[in-house]
């Protein structure tokens, strides 16, 4: 009995590891859902635009984009009452849906599938983890960032240290390992932390889809408001010039 409870554990961490070292459940990857649900279930992209597009108040985007539920619900799920506001390029009108987490699992799953959102392309196990992460997984970040992404109460130092244990062995001490931009125009993990506090909240707790190797979403290690303030604050500090991959 023992023996299998050794090898129960050993099992378990062992796929923590190959996970990214931090884990995973249905809460995490239906925050990537919620990002871009196409490349978290590997489906194919959706063409045309979101059905319910065509009453948006604003916001110039077509296509694929317009599937995205943060592109109508915003990184800190207020929707036009928050980030994603009239004076932002990505207002819609749309609300807010941090109050879905009261729902029940059914109401939220017939919401999601029905004609109006029409999300039954991603299958029936990612409507579940998205229908998990809308109810437990939205941690309210309306009271972390002022109006121009500056953190408001961040311990940069906490914020270091949790960096250094949960994020530099693949971004790097100084965030600059990892170029999602390029030479001329680089984009690292200070660029997100400076421009999109919340995007990059949702990105830390959540991960990202279909990243490789595979970003572990920092909820399932139990990072809340306090953790995501912190690293945002650390994050702001880093550099932003551009610094060849390994130098």
Request: hydrophobic share 40%; charged share 20%.
């Amino acid at each position: 009995m023992l023996r299998k409870v050794i090898l129960a554990v050993v099992v378990c961490i062992f796929g923590a590891v190959l996970a990214g070292c931090g884990g995973d459940d249905a809460v995490t990857s239906g925050g990537r859902l919620y990002d871009r649900w196409w490349t978290e279930a590997g489906v194919a992209e959706p063409a045309g635009d979101h059905p319910l597009w065509a009453t948006r108040a604003g916001n110039d985007r077509s296509g694929a984009t317009t599937w995205r539920c943060k592109e109508c619900h915003g990184w800190d799920y207020l929707g036009a009452a928050g980030a994603y506001g009239p004076d932002n390029s990505h207002y819609t009108g749309f609300p807010g849906i941090l109050g879905a987490a009261a729902g029940s699992p059914e109401a939220l799953r017939a919401a999601l599938a029905s004609d109006d959102h029409d999300f039954s392309a991603m299958g029936d196990d990612a409507l579940d983890d998205l229908v998990q992460f809308l109810r437990e997984g939205m941690v309210d970040v309306s009271g972390l960032f002022g109006p121009d992404g500056s953190v408001i109460g961040g311990d940069i130092a906490a914020g270091e240290r949790l960096f250094a244990r949960s994020c530099a062995s693949c971004h790097g001490a100084d965030g600059r390992e990892i170029n999602f931009g390029d030479e001329a125009e680089p984009a690292y993990v200070s660029h997100v932390a400076l421009d999109n506090p919340w995007e990059f909240a949702h990105k830390v707790l959540h991960g990202q889809p279909g990243s490789d190797p595979a970003m572990p979403g920092m909820f399932a290690e139990g990072w809340g408001a306090d953790e995501v303030r912190d690293v945002v604050a650390f994050g702001q500090t880093l550099p932003t010039d551009y610094r060849p991959q390994g130098e």
